[in-house]
């Protein structure tokens, strides 16, 4: 019996059981084919939305689902099994999604959620600066009032798939007249806002949903496209990035979990001896690992997103880092096993587990490195002095 059938509720394996045969249709072959045409998912993304599965953690009074990050995290995850993840995923209904219903004006709730629920808009999320990297302290993209208006400046960098969103949620920082401290704020940029540039971003890694580097040069908004509270600090964004994490961790196990199955198939049918190379120790050992790994990563999954869920903002942070980093990990030696029991086929493009090299260390690297998430860990869980 498998951990999931235990943690999850029937509603959740039905839910795992309709994703799975979804992705099983399009598959990693659909995603490979889109890369080399230059293109979108987009009917993958259109059928998904129809089903519900885009919008499951959005409200149900703006068209979502009305469940939570869970049942988020079972889509993402199943699809990435199928090897077919959705990477806007993350941060449409994730990131921007959350924010909105969480902290949004009841009219920025009405403009965007049932669009994000449906599928039908995107939204991508521009946090990362240059010079700043892990560091949402160091922001510098400042707003500043103009009468009624917001005036945006900054840059960001490896913002995902702003090509294809209506909008990107930029976080950025105001300047607190009183202390002169810079607090983190969150504006609705639509996509052809004057003074909003973009350029794409040169990746080795292969995939349909590219990555940009935008500028910001006075950006004119209206007081409407502020997202929640200026004055509400940080609260606002660790409310995305707690979601983000979590997701992350789905695309991760995910990613895992299909070269695996990869490996598994091959090391039961290849043969070089007598028997199949998946009856030597020193090619089932390594696969079971790599299997105990990702099943470990995704019960700190299931924690991350039922604190979440619940409210524990604070407990889900904590979760939410730690399976970030261990579905990472497991990602990173579950793909690098699985090349490595296909031997030279594994570096063949026929098998596409070659490209997953590099796909992998995604998860290590991006939305924080691992190296933060254990400085969050030495520090919040176990009480160490800073290093910074």
Request: include cysteine; glycine fraction near 10%; hydrophobic fraction near 45%.
């Amino acid at each position: 019996m498998s951990t999931s059938t235990v943690l999850e509720t029937e509603e959740h394996q039905a839910l795992r059981a309709a994703v799975a045969a979804l992705g099983k249709r399009y598959g990693r072959a659909y995603m490979t084919s889109l890369v080399t045409e230059g293109a979108h998912p987009r009917e993958l993304w259109a059928e998904a939305a129809k089903a519900g599965f885009l919008g499951v953690n959005l409200p149900e009074e703006y068209g979502g689902g009305g469940a939570g990050m869970a049942e988020l995290s079972i889509v993402l995850e199943e699809l990435g099994a199928s090897g077919s993840p959705l990477l806007m995923m993350i941060v449409s209904p994730a990131i921007c999604g959350t924010v909105i219903a969480r902290f949004g004006t009841e009219e920025q709730k009405r403009q965007w959620l049932p669009g994000l629920a449906d599928g039908s808009r995107t939204m991508a999320f521009g946090i990362t600066e240059p010079d700043a990297g892990s560091n949402s302290h160091r922001i510098t993209t400042t707003a500043r009032r103009d009468g009624e208006d917001w005036l945006l400046t900054g840059r960001k960098v490896f913002v995902s798939g702003v090509d294809i969103a209506d909008a990107t949620l930029i976080v950025g920082r105001t300047e607190d007249a009183r202390t002169g401290k810079l607090k983190a704020c969150l504006f609705i940029v639509p996509r052809e806002t004057p003074g909003f540039q973009r350029s794409q971003i040169d990746m080795e890694v292969q995939a349909p949903e590219k990555q940009f580097e935008l500028v910001l040069d006075d950006v004119r908004l209206p007081a409407e496209a502020l997202v929640g509270d200026e004055d509400a600090g940080l609260l606002q964004l660790f409310a995305g990035l707690n979601p983000e994490r979590i997701m992350t961790a789905a695309f991760a196990i995910g990613m895992g979990r299909y070269a695996l199955g990869r490996a598994v198939d091959y090391a039961k049918t290849r043969q070089v001896w007598k028997e199949p190379i998946g009856a030597h120790q020193a090619i089932a050992h390594p696969l079971a690992q790599a299997h105990i790994e990702i099943e470990l990563a995704r019960l700190m999954m299931q924690k991350a997103a039922r604190l979440y869920d619940a409210g524990d903002d604070f407990g889900a942070g904590e979760a939410a880092n730690m399976a970030k980093y261990a579905a990472g990990e497991a990602c990173v030696k579950a793909v690098d096993q699985a090349v490595h029991t296909l031997g030279g086929n594994g570096l063949t493009r026929e098998y596409g587990l070659a490209s997953l090299i590099t796909g992998a260390r995604v998860a290590r690297i991006a939305p924080v490195s691992r190296e933060m998430i254990l400085n969050y860990i030495s520090h919040q869980t176990l009480g160490l002095p800073k290093s910074y």
